[in-house]
């Protein structure tokens, strides 16, 4: 008889703290969403059970809503899933012509292939003044004492579109709106150094650009904020343009600078590698530009570069690692679309995304339209995502052997582990729980629409999440 109880009683205990969560979380969600915030707003939420897949709370789980950067944690997975673990970008260094007592009578190549931490300053070998004396000792192996050519910068690989249909014209000159391009360089930003005026309304200075770019012009109406106003500059520009405009204001008591996309960092790239040359001994008579220019003036070259360097990068699992610590959009959209070439597709934008959706919709039956996206980063308010989805995602990493990699990648907030996400009006979150029983816990947060201070609506999703804990 003692064998058949003690079973009996482990399962009823199992049962009533399952049920003991499940009505802790549907209190504090009644709640939430009760709460004046979201008078005029919509929220979500799906706690799966990471070990059978059961549903512990679900609540709107299949209206699709704009999940922010939780999206970057969807892109991660499918990144993985494509390239798998220990994958690393290739960019090429290579020449076409003759080569001859020194002498190249051709062009230089750098090409390519998306690597979105090529020149950062995040890792000690992507450094711009490592891969630079990288290069120019790789044109020196290689015999090459004088270039009667130019430097091409090789950024065809993604096409010519390096933003998506659903991003805004406020983000796409800032840092966080950089455009994803096959030849990334510096994660195609600039930083900009201010000097405020005396008081607030007053002009306030470009003391630097840093790195400086050849060509480009930059319109500074930027005006001295007020103490305490912080960083309210915001960068207008075109991809391939030639010039910024900067509007808004810099506080007054504001000590840092201030980060903007690169408009073309491909030519920059080749202008920096000219210079290099040039500095190191090999000179360098033609001009620095890009395929994608002369490929436009139907003067690309018609051969192969003979290569004579193959730089690879730090590895998948570093990339996530930023991407999802830092929330870089480049990061996110450079990695989805590697998944898309993986996947026998171009590197458009158009085909980035059909390729995450129809993995999951092949792989775990998700409806298509529960996956509604113009990019894989998240910055588009057009997106559209169901947290049913989204967790349901999120647990099938878990039986993946590079989970672990994944899984460190996520920020700690609130003290768990998960990604967060914020645009205008919309917070989300979404990551992995164990709860004070033992059962550990998959789930997807998100609300759209809130009115009032998004420091407020953060410490309410907060009381809903810490029912999981």
Same mark, same amino acid.
């Given at each position: 008889?003692r ?7 482990l399962?009823?205990?199992?049962v ?7 009505n802790?979380i549907?209190?504090?969600y009644?709640r ?5 915030q979201?008078?005029y707003g919509?929220?979500?939420?799906t706690?799966?059970?990471a070990?059978t ?7 709107n789980e ?27 970008w290739?960019t090429?260094l290579?020449?076409?012509?003759t080569?001859? $007592?020194g002498?190249l009578k &051709? *062009?230089?190549i750098i090409?390519? #292939?998306g690597?979105p %931490?090529l ?7 992507t450094k711009?003044?490592i ?7 790789a044109?020196?192996?290689a015999?090459i ?12 690989l993604f ?9 805004v014209?406020?983000?796409?000159g800032n840092?966080?709106g950089a ?8 994660e195609?930003?600039i930083?900009l150094?201010f000097v405020?005026g005396s008081r607030?309304?007053?002009a306030a200075a470009?003391k630097?650009?840093e790195p400086?770019?050849p060509?480009l012009?930059i319109?500074n109406?930027?005006?001295? $904020?007020s103490?305490?106003? &912080? *960083?309210?500059v915001?960068?207008? #520009?075109?991809p391939f %343009?030639d010039?910024i405009y900067?509007r808004g204001?810099?506080g007054?008591?504001l000590?840092k600078?201030?980060?903007?996309s690169?408009?073309?960092?491909a ?6 590698l000219?210079?290099?040359l040039?500095?190191g001994g090999?000179s360098?008579?033609?001009v ?5 220019k ?13 290569i004579i360097d193959?730089?690879q990068s730090p590895?998948?699992?570093k990339?996530?690692?930023?991407l999802n610590?830092?929330s870089?959009n ?5 990695l989805l ?6 996947n026998g597709k171009?590197g458009?934008f158009?085909?980035?995304?059909a ?5 999951w ?13 113009l990019?894989?980063?998240?910055l588009s ?5 169901t947290?049913l989805?989204m967790s349901r995602?999120l647990l ?10 994944f899984?460190e990648?996520l920020p ?11 645009i ?5 979150y ?6 004070s029983?033992?059962t550990?816990?998959v ?11 998004s420091s407020a609506?953060k ?11």
């Amino acid at each position: 008889m003692r064998r058949i109880i003690l079973p009996f009683l482990l399962l009823l205990s199992q049962v009533l703290s399952a049920q003991s969560l499940q009505n802790k979380i549907a209190d504090a969600y009644l709640r939430f969403e009760r709460d004046s915030q979201l008078q005029y707003g919509i929220s979500s939420l799906t706690v799966l059970n990471a070990e059978t897949g059961e549903v512990v709370f679900s609540k709107n789980e299949s209206t699709g809503l704009a999940p922010a950067s939780t999206l970057k944690t969807m892109t991660s997975i499918t990144g993985y899933s494509f390239l798998k673990a220990g994958y690393r970008w290739e960019t090429l260094l290579g020449y076409t012509g003759t080569l001859q $007592g020194g002498v190249l009578k &051709g *062009d230089l190549i750098i090409k390519g #292939s998306g690597d979105p %931490s090529l020149g950062s300053s995040r890792y000690n070998e992507t450094k711009p003044e490592i891969l630079l004396a990288r290069w120019l000792e790789a044109a020196k192996r290689a015999g090459i004492n004088k270039i009667e050519g130019h430097i091409l910068a090789d950024d065809l690989l993604f096409g010519t579109q390096t933003l998506p249909d659903g991003w805004v014209w406020g983000d796409i000159g800032n840092y966080y709106g950089a455009g994803s391009t096959a030849m990334t360089w510096r994660e195609n930003e600039i930083a900009l150094n201010f000097v405020p005026g005396s008081r607030a309304g007053e002009a306030a200075a470009l003391k630097s650009v840093e790195p400086q770019i050849p060509g480009l012009r930059i319109v500074n109406e930027i005006t001295t $904020g007020s103490a305490g106003t &912080g *960083d309210n500059v915001y960068a207008y #520009s075109a991809p391939f %343009s030639d010039i910024i405009y900067l509007r808004g204001t810099y506080g007054i008591d504001l000590k840092k600078p201030i980060k903007v996309s690169m408009p073309d960092p491909a030519i920059f790239l080749a202008h920096e590698l000219r210079n290099k040359l040039n500095a190191g001994g090999i000179s360098v008579s033609g001009v620095a530009t890009t395929l994608r220019k002369t490929s436009l003036e139907k003067n690309a070259p018609k051969e192969m570069p003979k290569i004579i360097d193959q730089y690879q990068s730090p590895d998948i699992s570093k990339i996530v690692y930023w991407l999802n610590q830092k929330s870089i959009n480049l990061y996110a959209e450079n990695l989805l679309k590697a998944a898309a070439i993986a996947n026998g597709k171009t590197g458009s934008f158009d085909d980035a995304t059909a390729t995450l959706v129809s993995y999951w919709n092949k792989k775990l039956g998700i409806d298509k339209n529960a996956i509604a996206i113009l990019d894989g980063s998240g910055l588009s308010p057009e997106n559209r995502v169901t947290t049913l989805a989204m967790s349901r995602i999120l647990l099938s990493a878990k039986g993946e052997s590079w989970f672990p990699q994944f899984y460190e990648s996520l920020p700690l907030y609130n003290n768990m582990k998960m990604k967060s996400g914020s645009i205008r009006n919309v917070l989300a979150y979404t990551g992995y729980q164990k709860s004070s029983s033992g059962t550990s816990l998959v789930f997807s947060f998100i609300t759209n629409n809130y009115k009032g201070s998004s420091s407020a609506i953060k410490q309410k999703m907060f009381r809903v999440l810490d029912t999981l804990k």
